[in-house]
């Protein structure tokens, strides 16, 4: 008897593992090698995801400039908000501005436990008058589709953007 209820249970444990959905990740995605300027950036890339995973995008920005990503949310060009949601721990569409305080030019923000003001090759000259950093926009994918996100390199007060780049999101079926 006690055989039987072991197997049983081994059985169960074994059908719950095959059945499980796979664990949510987080994705990093980047357009470029860290700290080059905006038009380094590649245009086009495309990935694919598990519903209930997270996307972390990072755009090189050098915010002096008055140049910042945005992240196109209207009807026309927009992103389909109901497959991948804004998170709030980005600031949803507005994203998250993280300066660099790596003082090698490495993609650190911190060096041997102490934060440090950043200050790349070349700061202070043209083009790159002020340090660089990071715009961070968070997503988390849930339901399974495909949509196109587009971020734009440009000022606020500007209706022009000086580039953009897409990210096409795949996302899969958690089952």
């Known amino acids: 008897m006690a055989h039987t209820v072991v197997a049983v249970l081994v059985a169960l444990a074994a059908c719950a593992v095959v059945i499980a959905k796979v664990d949510n990740i987080i994705h990093e995605v ?5 700290y080059r300027h905006w038009s380094s950036s590649e245009t086009q890339k495309s990935i694919y995801v598990n519903a209930g995973d ?3 995008i990072r755009m090189n920005e ?11 949310t209207d009807d026309k060009d927009g992103f389909d908000q109901t497959l991948c949601q804004l998170q709030p721990t980005s600031g949803f569409s507005d994203g998250v501005y993280e300066p660099s305080t790596s003082t090698d030019g490495s ?5 041997d436990g102490v934060s440090r003001p950043y200050v790349p090759p070349g700061a202070g000259e ?3 008058p002020y340090p660089w950093g990071d715009r961070r926009f968070d997503l988390r994918c849930t339901v399974a589709g495909t949509t196109t996100l587009k971020l734009r390199y440009k000022r606020s007060w500007e209706e022009r953007y000086s580039w ?3 990210l096409e999101i795949f996302v899969l079926e958690n089952k």
């Open 30 to 34: 980047r357009f470029a090698e860290v």
């Open 54 to 56: 997270m996307i972390l």
């Open 62 to 72: 050098n915010p002096g400039t008055g140049y910042r990503w945005q992240l196109v």
């Open 107 to 111: 993609d650190d923000k911190v060096v």
């Open 126 to 128: 043209w083009p790159y």
């Open 164 to 166: 953009e780049s897409r």
